[in-house]
């Protein structure tokens, strides 16, 4: 207010000084004023909203924007943050290590993992449940990332895996016609099976082919219990929604219910078995409210283990994720040797402007995009933290962390590569035929 004063008064002082002058000397010195006075303020008011608008946090499944600050992340959807005593409990009950981006925090917070754990305590079975929505030819590293740690948790508790290839769901939100959607999920799926997953043990299934029999029971009955208002206040739907997107979720969640698969997966002995779903924090509205719904159909309510969001190369600390829709904020797998140097070359760090201020202060760690991702896929812990003290200190400079980074995302690709092409279509009709998962 007092500034708004001071601007009418300065204004009121222009008019005073202007009585005896010419229209024209008038009019120039309201333009000079406002340039002066006002263009300034205006900026200033700009680049505070900008600065406000940029420090809020929106996490949903659809959208995920603003400096993300995960603690209250956990607050707002009520979920727990997964502490060492569980890790240290993982380790235990699996007789190996906890993943790197288990005991790195990358994977943070849960709901009933220490149920899920009872339950492999106590000899009885469970299943994994994850899943991808196919929007590109080929994934890039975040969309590897649940994966990879998926494929730790089958080979570290000998669990049946189902993965659900939602080709639906994209035709619903990206508009991709049913043909592209249901091609770009059979090449997603040769992405995933080079990852390494038991064959044995392992479903892959698209919804477009599989929501059927018992699969769209468990539908129904899941969207009979979801009132309009409850959807519309989990995931912000609108009066532009269209009805498919009010049903989908159901779609997502019946297969964290195993009676929602045919009797050849699950024998009809264990229809009520429960599931741990590896997912991104983003997911968790669908199975808050899958939990909500699963007592009133007398299923067992999923557990879950969720991640933080891998950064876009192009993004500042915690600012959004990497996304499917922006080919240079991404490394994909099909990415060539120089495309990737080229992508982390032009990665935001925390680095300082010149090398002198980057001896004396050392680099921003937490703003630093190429030093996170070598925290995800660097294993080596030694050496992750002689970098994280060399070029916190100053003594590292930012290229010889991007040099290093580039050397580890390259044999990483390269092998994913090979192991992709190896991928026969034959292989992807076997993954994806139903089959006993339970002995």
């Avoid at 939602?166 to 990206?174: A, R, S, V």
Wanted: overall charge neutral; glycine content about 6%.
């Amino acid at each position: 207010m007092e500034t708004i004063e001071k601007m009418i008064e300065d204004f009121k002082k222009v008019l005073d000084d202007s009585t005896h002058t010419s229209p024209e000397t008038l009019k120039h010195e309201m333009i000079q004023w406002l340039d002066e006075t006002l263009s300034p303020r205006l900026k200033q008011v700009l680049e505070e909203r900008e600065t406000q608008s940029s420090s809020e946090q929106t996490v949903t499944p659809f959208v995920v924007s603003g400096k993300i600050d995960y603690e209250k992340v956990i607050l707002k959807f009520g979920c727990t943050k997964i502490d060492e005593s569980l890790i240290d409990r993982v380790e235990r009950l699996t007789s190996r290590g906890a993943h790197v981006f288990l005991r790195r925090g990358f994977f943070y917070a849960h709901r009933d993992l220490d149920k899920i754990l009872d339950c492999h305590e106590r000899g009885d079975k469970f299943y994994l449940y994850t899943g991808r929505g196919p929007s590109s030819e080929s994934l890039h590293l975040g969309h590897l990332i649940p994966f990879l740690f998926t494929k730790y948790l089958q080979e570290a508790f000998k669990v049946p895996l189902v993965i659900q290839i939602t080709d639906d769901e994209k035709k619903i939100w990206k508009k991709l016609n049913k043909e592209k959607s249901k091609r770009l999920g059979r090449e997603n799926v040769k992405d995933i099976i080079a990852c390494g997953f038991d064959a044995s043990n392992t479903f892959i299934f698209s919804s477009y082919a599989t929501v059927g029999g018992k699969f769209y029971e468990n539908v129904v009955e899941i969207a009979d219990c979801v009132t309009v208002n409850k959807a519309n206040s989990t995931f912000g739907f609108t009066g532009e929604a269209s009805t498919a997107k009010m049903i989908f979720p159901s779609v997502q969640a019946a297969p964290s219910f195993s009676s929602s698969f045919p009797h050849k997966l699950f024998p009809d002995e264990k229809k009520n078995i429960p599931c741990l779903i590896p997912c991104a924090i983003d997911q968790d509205p669908y199975f808050r409210l899958t939990r909500d719904v699963a007592p009133r159909l007398d299923f067992i309510k999923p557990a879950l283990i969720e991640s933080k969001f891998f950064p876009a190369l192009r993004a500042s600390g915690n600012n959004g994720k990497m996304s499917a829709s922006d080919a240079n904020s991404a490394i994909y797998i099909n990415d060539s040797a120089k495309d990737i140097k080229r992508k982390i070359n032009s990665a935001v760090t925390g680095g300082r402007d010149n090398l002198e201020d980057q001896k004396k202060y050392g680099a921003k760690l937490e703003e630093d995009i190429p030093f996170q991702y070598l925290s995800f896929f660097l294993e080596d812990d030694a050496e992750l933290e002689h970098i994280k003290k060399e070029y916190g200190e100053g003594r590292m400079t930012t290229g010889d962390v991007k040099k290093r980074l580039v050397q580890v995302v390259t044999e990483i690709v390269e092998r994913h590569r090979m192991a992709r092409a190896a991928v026969t279509d034959e292989m992807v009709d076997a993954f994806m035929t139903p089959r006993p998962l339970f002995e």
